[in-house]
């Protein structure tokens, strides 16, 4: 269970960098080479975080593929999870892309104040 070591993680560091404040998304960029399989990952964040201050925060996830570089300089998406070949000319490649594992952004509000701090229009009312 992977995705529930995952999720753990991804709460703790939302919930500090949060400082208390409500939490409404948490965006995260994950690379192919992490190996996380999306279902489990949104079913582990539900389970890691009902009850806690993170209790219907949304998990935004930017998946992010594998990426090689040839001696040749080459850059490809890797074609498959373990072929680090570059398919222009079959050298071993380099991986410079697809390890990432990042909560890039969070989406807050003062647990004081309305959610609608993020600029989203107000909701049309009749005249
Ligand atoms: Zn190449």
């Known amino acids: 269970m992977h995705e529930v070591a995952l999720s753990e993680q991804v709460a703790a560091v939302a919930r500090r960098a949060a400082g208390g ?24 964040w539900e389970f890691t975080t009902a009850g806690t201050s993170l209790d219907g925060a949304t998990l935004d996830v930017e998946w992010v593929p594998g990426r090689l570089r040839c001696p040749a300089g ?39 104040g309305s959610p609608d701090s993020t600029g989203r229009p107000a909701p049309e009312e009749d005249a």
């Open 21 to 44: 404040r409500r939490v409404h998304s948490v965006r995260l960029r994950i690379g192919a080479l992490r190996q996380v399989v999306p279902e489990p990952l949104a079913y582990a």
């Open 74 to 112: 080459h850059e490809s998406l890797m074609q498959g999870e373990f072929d680090v070949h570059c398919p222009r000319c079959g050298e071993v490649a380099r991986i410079i892309g697809g390890e990432e594992f990042t909560v890039v952004d969070l989406s807050v509000s003062d647990s004081s």
